[in-house]
């Protein structure tokens, strides 16, 4: 995962099992002369489970675009502790192809992180957040709802060590957010999981570690 | 799943998308052969035939370029080759599948272009056909890439000819000498180097295409 000269990431190795998952110092990101993220430490542990919290513009996105690779940090240093195969983002995108079915969205992105079992692991996340019946219709008929769902599905699609979620409630209806509480209930403490939000009340019980970036 | 078993699935993937949506090869088949027409009726009668040979390298070139315009079009759609580069796949992968894709929407208009090229001008032959076959590897090579690099521009439309047509160059004057040359074994050697070169650069520097 190239994050930037200033960014080492590696694989996890046996001695480095008790090694903070993330860890940045001094972290900052600019746009030009726009700053993005004012610097910032930061060390989330293995299992842990992290809630940011901040205003719009705060830097959330950036900080979780950075954490999954996705940006160069214009300062500072930032090690993830995750190999590519071990990492599920979820964005403001679904980013699925709107011309493939959900069933066929899945078994690309099923194919290119080698999931074993393929087709039971994608049958169960479409089971689960209940878009089974919908697994033939192509992407670009779902409404937004079903779009974060089936990007959770994605997200979620190879079981990774390090979850990356940004703002994963939006579009969500009550049903699809219960759904996914159910899901990070589960996760809570047999993964990483790094969680942007504008409703830190609904995930309070999940967290082990908060960051209100401002 | 090997290497190559990624740029099987991500080019499978394209030919799927183009199944479903249709908004690439209609429009190139389309062009080509309305170019085609068009040259046919702006080449004045009793013409040399060296002229209409050009005239097919001008066809095919921006043919070619249409479909590169839209090649990294389902990608920008909800941001899916973000997706594609964090899978743990190689990134070189990703250009080379969408290259093999573009190759197959270009060989699939030239299976039409040549022979409507062969009824409207001359009939085109085998040193010709290795010259097209030659030059696309090197058109779907390069012009992938610098497509990759124009669909993160605002200004999509006019980066990518910007970019590619200078680089088409050497294909073209490749092409058109293996058309027209009595000795075309010369300039259909200079297409396969062409092909070698830029192919392994494009491949080694895809990674930073996408990478920010």
């Known amino acids: 995962m190239p994050l930037g000269a200033r960014t080492r990431t590696f694989s996890i190795g046996a001695e480095l099992i008790e090694a903070p998952v993330i860890e940045a110092a001094a972290l900052e990101k600019r746009y030009g002369r726009k700053r993005a993220l004012r610097p910032l430490d930061l060390t989330l542990e293995r299992d842990g489970f992290l809630v940011v919290t901040g205003a719009n513009g705060s830097g959330k996105t950036t900080l979780l675009r950075l954490v999954a690779g996705l940006a160069a940090p214009t300062r500072g240093t930032l090690e993830v502790r995750a190999v590519r195969q071990g990492l599920g983002y979820l964005g403001h995108e679904a980013l699925v192809y709107r011309d493939l079915t959900a069933l066929e969205n899945l078994d690309l992105y099923g194919r290119l992180y080698r999931v074993p079992e393929r087709r039971e692991r994608i049958g169960m996340l479409l089971e689960r957040f209940g878009l089974w019946e919908a697994r033939g219709e192509r992407a670009s008929a779902y409404s937004r709802g079903m779009l974060q769902r089936l990007a959770l599905c994605r997200a979620l699609l190879h079981d990774p060590e390090l979850l990356v979620l940004d703002e994963p409630y939006t579009a969500l209806d009550g049903e699809g957010a219960d759904l996914l509480d159910r899901q990070l209930g589960e996760l809570r403490g047999r993964r990483t999981v790094l969680l942007s939000t504008h409703d830190p009340a609904r995930v309070e019980r999940l967290a082990t570690a908060r960051l209100a970036l401002s | ?212």
């Open chain 2, 1 to 212: 799943m090997t290497y190559l078993g990624d740029v099987l699935t991500l080019a499978r993937k394209d030919l799927l998308l183009e199944l479903r949506a249709r908004d690439t090869l209609p429009a190139m088949l389309l062009f080509v052969l309305s170019t085609l027409v068009v040259f046919h009726f702006a080449l004045p009668a009793g013409a040399d035939e060296v002229a209409a040979q050009g005239l097919l390298w001008v066809a095919l070139v921006f043919t070619a370029l249409l479909g590169l315009a839209r090649a990294w079009a389902p990608e920008r759609e909800s941001s899916a080759l973000e997706g594609l580069v964090l899978a743990p796949c190689d990134r070189s992968a990703i250009w080379l599948g969408k290259a093999a894709a573009v190759f197959v929407f270009l060989g699939a208009v030239e299976l039409v272009a040549l022979p409507a090229f062969g009824a409207f001008f001359s009939p085109v032959d085998a040193a010709t056909v290795a010259g097209v076959l030659l030059a696309s590897i090197g058109i779907c090579a390069v012009g992938t890439l610098l497509a990759a690099m124009a669909a993160a521009s605002r200004t999509r439309e006019l980066v990518l000819p910007l970019l590619f047509l200078p680089l088409a160059i050497p294909l073209v004057v490749g092409g058109v000498g293996a058309s027209v040359s009595p000795d075309p074994g010369r300039y259909l050697a200079f297409l396969a180097l062409y092909d070698a070169i830029f192919s392994l650069l494009c491949w080694a520097s895809f990674e930073y295409v996408v990478s920010e």
